[in-house]
């Protein structure tokens, strides 16, 4: 049933003209009409395709891994590396198992960089593997345009990136060290470039995807890049015992992207509200975050902790009825 359809049926009134009823009746009957054979089939077919590339690949490893004393290093190589030309070819040849083969090789070629590294010492950092995992893959995701190739290599991606900033990145709550300016604002810079990634593509004619924009590749982009500014904000507010400027900049920058995020998921074309919640919950954690730095400044008693939580009750209560009210408004609008 077509929830959208069935709630711009309700949205109309039944007591209204009768050309209002004629609406309602119209409505109702395309949101309960039974999908189409042949989309119903296609569906299917792709929900199948890609579950048996999941299930393939996790049973080349499993198998690799019940037999991997038995092979020899030539034999362990030869058979990732066969199994990853195996399904490049078949995604040449078989159109409609392109997405599903793309996504076995995916994974593939990581497990074969990840042999390669541990098979052959050569020093590099962590970081480089997943690098390259998503260097070499993003050819296939940019010609293949579909958001479940997107969506995976946005996650190696951020991996990549959080390992080479290191202490600047999500692990800032480790360090105690102090960074420079530059380093932070490259940091902030890094990880705006991957949030924004997939809206990029969504503006460039022959990389487009079908729907014009990945949803979940996009809100998974963003939702990181969210954590990381989050996260280094209130690192750098919380490192020492007194608000020096660099912690009150990387705060105050932090914020700045964040209200950025929440701008564009409220009146941008690409109006979102997954990333909207996902922006106001960033705010909310610096917002509270400031709230317990300022407050546990100086020797706090039970009234300061009463403050921090009715802080966090109006926050959260103030969140949720905009969220609402939102939601309400683009239903409505989209009714109208």
């Given at each position: 049933?077509?929830?959208?359809?069935?709630?711009?049926?309700?949205?109309?009134?039944?007591?209204?003209?009768?050309?209002?009823?004629?609406?309602?009746?119209?409505?109702?009957?395309?949101?309960?009409?039974?999908?189409?054979?042949?989309?119903?089939?296609?569906?299917?077919?792709?929900?199948?395709?890609?579950?048996?590339?999941?299930?393939?690949?996790?049973?080349?490893?499993?198998?690799?891994?019940?037999?991997?004393?038995?092979?020899s290093r030539?034999?362990?190589?030869?058979?990732?590396?066969?199994?990853?030309?195996?399904?490049?070819?078949?995604?040449?040849?078989?159109?409609?198992?392109?997405?599903?083969?793309?996504?076995?090789?995916?994974?593939?070629?990581?497990?074969?960089?990840?042999?390669?590294?541990?098979?052959?010492?050569?020093?590099?950092?962590?970081?480089?593997?997943?690098?390259?995992?998503?260097?070499?893959?993003?050819?296939?995701?940019?010609?293949?345009r579909s958001?479940?190739?997107?969506?995976?290599?946005?996650?190696?991606?951020?991996?990549?990136?959080?390992?080479?900033?290191g202490p600047?990145?999500?692990?800032?709550?480790?360090?105690?060290?102090?960074?420079?300016?530059?380093?932070?604002?490259?940091?902030?810079?890094?990880?705006?470039?991957?949030?924004?990634?997939?809206?990029?593509?969504?503006?460039?004619?022959?990389?487009?995807?079908?729907?014009?924009?990945?949803?979940?590749?996009?809100?998974?982009?963003?939702?990181?890049?969210?954590?990381?500014?989050?996260?280094?904000?209130?690192?750098?507010?919380?490192?020492?015992?007194?608000?020096?400027?660099?912690?009150?900049?990387?705060?105050?920058?932090?914020?700045?992207?964040?209200?950025?995020?929440?701008?564009?998921?409220?009146?941008?074309?690409?109006?979102?509200?997954?990333?909207?919640?996902?922006?106001?919950?960033?705010?909310?954690?610096?917002?509270?975050?400031?709230?317990?730095?300022?407050?546990?400044?100086?020797?706090?008693?039970?009234?300061?902790?009463?403050?921090?939580?009715?802080?966090?009750?109006?926050?959260?209560?103030?969140?949720?009825?905009?969220?609402?009210?939102?939601?309400?408004?683009?239903?409505?609008?989209?009714?109208?």
């Amino acid at each position: 049933m077509n929830t959208e359809l069935y709630r711009a049926s309700e949205h109309i009134q039944s007591s209204g003209t009768a050309r209002d009823v004629d609406w309602r009746k119209l409505l109702y009957a395309s949101a309960t009409q039974p999908p189409d054979s042949a989309t119903l089939a296609r569906g299917l077919q792709r929900g199948l395709l890609i579950a048996a590339a999941l299930l393939g690949g996790s049973g080349l490893i499993f198998w690799i891994a019940a037999n991997w004393q038995e092979l020899s290093r030539v034999a362990r190589l030869a058979l990732i590396e066969g199994s990853l030309l195996v399904m490049l070819v078949a995604a040449c040849f078989l159109p409609r198992a392109r997405e599903a083969c793309l996504v076995g090789a995916f994974l593939a070629l990581g497990g074969l960089l990840a042999f390669i590294g541990q098979t052959y010492q050569t020093g590099a950092d962590a970081w480089q593997l997943f690098a390259a995992w998503a260097a070499l893959s993003l050819p296939w995701v940019l010609g293949t345009r579909s958001d479940l190739l997107w969506t995976p290599w946005v996650a190696v991606a951020a991996l990549a990136l959080s390992l080479w900033t290191g202490p600047l990145g999500l692990m800032s709550w480790f360090d105690s060290t102090e960074p420079h300016g530059l380093e932070l604002m490259v940091t902030f810079l890094a990880w705006l470039v991957l949030g924004l990634l997939p809206l990029a593509v969504a503006h460039i004619t022959w990389l487009r995807l079908p729907g014009g924009l990945g949803r979940w590749s996009h809100r998974l982009a963003l939702g990181l890049a969210l954590s990381a500014w989050a996260g280094l904000g209130l690192a750098r507010l919380f490192m020492s015992e007194s608000i020096s400027a660099s912690m009150s900049f990387a705060w105050l920058l932090a914020a700045g992207l964040v209200m950025g995020v929440m701008w564009m998921s409220l009146r941008s074309r690409w109006r979102d509200l997954p990333t909207l919640a996902l922006a106001l919950l960033a705010a909310n954690v610096l917002v509270m975050g400031l709230a317990v730095r300022l407050v546990f400044a100086n020797d706090t008693d039970i009234g300061g902790l009463l403050v921090l939580g009715l802080l966090g009750l109006v926050c959260l209560g103030l969140s949720a009825t905009w969220l609402m009210r939102q939601q309400q408004a683009w239903a409505d609008g989209a009714m109208a």
